[in-house]
Every structure is written in structure tokens, then in C-alpha cells.
């Protein structure tokens, strides 16, 4: 008895810690910067929608697979390089064409997002030829280890200051050698931007571009130059901003359905089970809070969880998943009442008995869901993820919320009014 009243105070502590974050400003006075909020995916806040087509024409087909996984890479590193919570960036092949979806939820300024993802961004070294005409050298943005925003000494101006790899350190050593006392043109995206005279050969990998920078193009310079050339060319196939009116909408009437959804399992669970139905529902409205307080909290983590239109179907689901394991546990505890045990040894040996059917299918569903998670893409991901989020709660509130506070009840005087429990002595047919 005293352990159930030691869960009892945990489950409390976990609820007014759960509530706590679930409140608009719970957070405000803990001297957290980053407040918690739910992460709202691009069917429910808007945002950018872009489709690429990727031009694989000079890629050989075995090694085009690789390209398009390095492609995704590059473009994950110039959005985040953005500030972007939580984009959606996968590849897809149709025939034998190869192309990226980019989803931007919350961007408002697709041109923005469109010259900051699609920008080749190729750095090149030229050296002058006898002829008077730029030649490529063997120096790429390839050979590049970093690039960071400082200012000139001297003028005060941006720059922005490079330091290449070991490799490319001996390819600028060689290149500086080779022309001193001669221009080297740094081109971007064939775009000379500048030519300085090479005064002495440069063998610390180290160098920096000048050229009449603001802080915000010396800045956006550094993130393309970081995040490195793209393997293939892309083109825009579709663009489209995603308006907040249709996610508001979608939000509604997803709200609704599961508001309507609830309140029917509660109804069912009360009239056919009576008080053990009606702790059900306490667990399950527990269940809700937790859950959102997960959802929640998340969003000051790495992890952040993205809750998408298809997520919030995955919670409605979840609502009638977290309620099937106590319908299994009340109907065990009637059989073991029809066979003459008391009510408390019933819903005891009903817990205990259930459990490996709870079990096993719960089991079944993460495993489903672990399998959309690591193969899907977008929002069946985010299906998959609240799914199995879901069940790992309600697995939670149904063994240890539930249990705890009918074990505590069927020990209290209420245990006389039977009709409260819907049992009856009728034995069972075998």
C-alpha cells in the first residue's frame, strides 16, 4: 500500500511539472533564453515549398546516387546556416530524372531562401596568362577548410578571411610561388571579385578576399563559402508559399476531430466500465498533457519535435491506442472477479495478467513505427514519430496511472458499491 501512495505522489509531481510547461509563460521566470513552444511543421504555420530538378549529365550513373546524398548535405548545411527550425530536405528520383524538396516552415521571403539554397557558390583561383587571359588553376572552394568574417586592420573594412585544407595550403603555396609579383584573380560563380598583385609566396594555407563588403555580404559570402560547391547543378522545378490561412484550417479542424474523437472514448469508456472507465479517462487526459509537454519541451533541445498535419493524426490515433490497453486490464479483472476473487486481488492479478498482451502489441506498433521513421520521408516521419511517442505514453499511463489509482481505490470503502465497478459473480463459460 505504501508504494502505491509513493507512485501516487510521483504521478502528481509529473502532472504539475507537465501542466507547468504546458502553460504560455511557464517558463519566464527560470532564466531560459530559448522559451519552449511547439515546433509547428510547413501544413500548419506556412512557409517555402521549392522542388529541384538536379542536371546529372555529367555525373556517371553509379556515382549519381552519392552525388544527390552529398547534394542533400550541402543544402542542409546553407539552411541552417540560415537560423531554419526544423526544414524538411529530401531527395526523390522519378524515371531517371533526380531531384530535392526543400520545405521552409516559417520563411516568408522565398527569393531569399531561393539564393541562399540554389547559389553555386564555386570559388576558383585564375592566374594571368601570357596572353593576358584567366586561367583556371587547380584551387577550388573544394580545397577550402573555413571561411570567417574579420575586418581589415588597416581600413576597418569586412573581409572575410579563408584558411584551406593541407591540401590546398601546398596548391596556394605552389600557386603564390609561381606568380609573384603577378595578379591571382579569386572568381566566384565566374564572378571576379578580387585580383590582388601576389607579394610573396604564401605557404600558411591562410589568405582573406577583399572587396567593398557589407558585414551582411561579407557574412552571407562566409555561409556559402562553408557550406561548399554544390556536386551538381540544380534548377527550380516549383516554388510556392505556403499561406498560414490553410494550416490555421487544418489545425481547426484537426483540434475538432480529436476533441469529438476524446469525447466519445470517454463516454464509452464511463458507460461500459463505470468508475474504472472514468480513471481511464483521468489517465487519458493525462495522457494529453504529458504528451504536449513532451512536444513542448522538446523544441530546446537538438531534437526538437516538428509537429506536422500528419503528426497530429498520428495523436488522434494515439488517443484511442492509449485507452486499448485498460479495456484489456478491466476485462481480465472481470474475469478474475467471476471466479470469485475479491476486487482488489481482480484488477491486481487483471494488471499483472494483461501485461504481456499490452506488450506484445504495443511493441508491434513502435516497431511499425520505427520502420516509417527510418524509411519514410517528411510527413510520414512525422506520422511515425508522434505515433510512437504516443504509445510509449500511453503504455506509461495506462501500467502506472491507471493501476495506481484504481489499486488505491478498490482499497477504499467504495469497493462495497460494486455496481461502481460494473462486475457480477456470472461465471465464466469454458
Known amino acids: ?54 542536371d546529372m549529365k555529367d555525373v556517371v550513373v553509379e556515382n549519381r546516387d552519392a552525388a544527390m546524398s552529398s547534394l542533400v548535405n550541402v543544402i542542409d548545411k546553407r539552411i541552417n546556416s540560415l537560423g531554419v527550425a526544423e526544414p524538411i530536405i529530401q531527395s526523390r528520383k522519378y524515371g531517371d530524372k533526380y531531384g530535392i524538396i526543400v520545405e521552409l516552415p516559417g520563411v516568408k521571403d522565398i527569393n531569399q531562401a531561393i539564393k541562399m539554397i540554389g547559389k553555386t557558390a564555386l570559388l576558383e583561383f585564375k592566374e594571368m596568362t601570357e596572353k593576358g587571359e584567366w586561367q583556371k588553376t587547380n584551387l577550388t572552394g573544394r580545397d577550402l577548410q573555413k571561411a570567417d568574417v574579420s575586418s581589415n586592420q588597416q581600413t576597418g573594412e569586412p573581409v572575410v578571411s579563408l584558411k584551406f585544407n593541407n591540401e590546398g595550403a601546398k596548391k596556394f603555396g605552389e600557386i603564390t610561388k609561381k606568380n609573384l609579383q603577378k595578379p591571382l584573380a579569386i572568381f566566384l560563380d565566374n564572378e571576379m571579385i578580387s585580383a590582388p598583385t601576389v607579394q610573396a609566396e604564401i605557404s600558411t594555407g591562410e589568405a582573406i578576399i577583399e572587396g567593398q563588403f557589407s558585414i551582411e555580404d561579407a557574412k552571407n559570402l562566409s555561409i556559402q563559402l562553408n557550406a561548399g560547391a554544390l556536386p551538381v547543378p540544380i534548377k527550380i522545378a516549383e516554388q510556392r508559399n505556403v499561406g498560414a490561412t490553410l494550416g490555421n484550417d487544418s489545425i481547426q479542424k484537426s483540434l475538432l476531430a480529436g476533441a469529438i474523437g476524446l469525447f466519445l472514448v470517454i463516454i464509452f469508456m464511463i458507460f ?43 495523436f488522434i490515433l494515439s488517443v484511442g491506442m492509449a485507452v486499448d490497453a485498460n479495456i484489456l486490464i478491466f476485462e481480465r479483472a472481470k474475469e478474475e472477479y467471476r471466479e470469485g476473487k475479491n476486487i482488489f486481488d481482480s484488477y491486481l492479478i487483471g494488471f499483472d495478467r494483461a501485461w504481456s498482451s499490452i506488450r506484445d502489441s504495443n511493441s508491434s506498433s ?65
Open 1 to 54: 500500500m505504501k508504494s502505491l501512495w509513493i507512485k501516487l505522489i510521483f504521478i502528481l509531481i509529473l502532472l504539475g511539472v507537465a501542466i507547468w510547461i504546458d502553460l504560455p509563460n511557464g517558463f519566464n521566470n527560470v532564466g531560459i533564453k530559448k522559451q519552449p513552444k511547439i515546433i509547428k511543421g510547413l501544413d500548419l504555420v506556412g512557409g517555402v515549398h521549392i522542388a529541384y530538378e538536379a
Open 272 to 314: 461500459l466500465y463505470r468508475l474504472p472507465g472514468l480513471i481511464a479517462s483521468l489517465a487519458l487526459a493525462f495522457y494529453g498533457i504529458l504528451i504536449f509537454a513532451i512536444f513542448k519541451i522538446s523544441s530546446i533541445t537538438p531534437w526538437g519535435i516538428t509537429l506536422t498535419l500528419a503528426g497530429l493524426a498520428g
Open 366 to 430: 513502435i516497431i511499425t513505427g520505427l520502420i516509417l521513421f527510418w524509411f519514410g520521408t517528411g510527413s510520414i516521419r512525422g506520422f511515425a514519430l508522434v505515433l510512437i511517442i504516443g504509445v510509449i505514453i500511453s503504455m506509461f499511463t495506462a501500467i502506472t496511472v491507471s493501476r495506481t489509482l484504481l489499486l488505491l481505490i478498490t482499497k477504499s470503502r467504495l469497493i462495497k458499491y460494486k455496481f461502481l465497478f460494473a462486475l457480477n459473480r456470472k461465471k465464466v463459460n469454458k
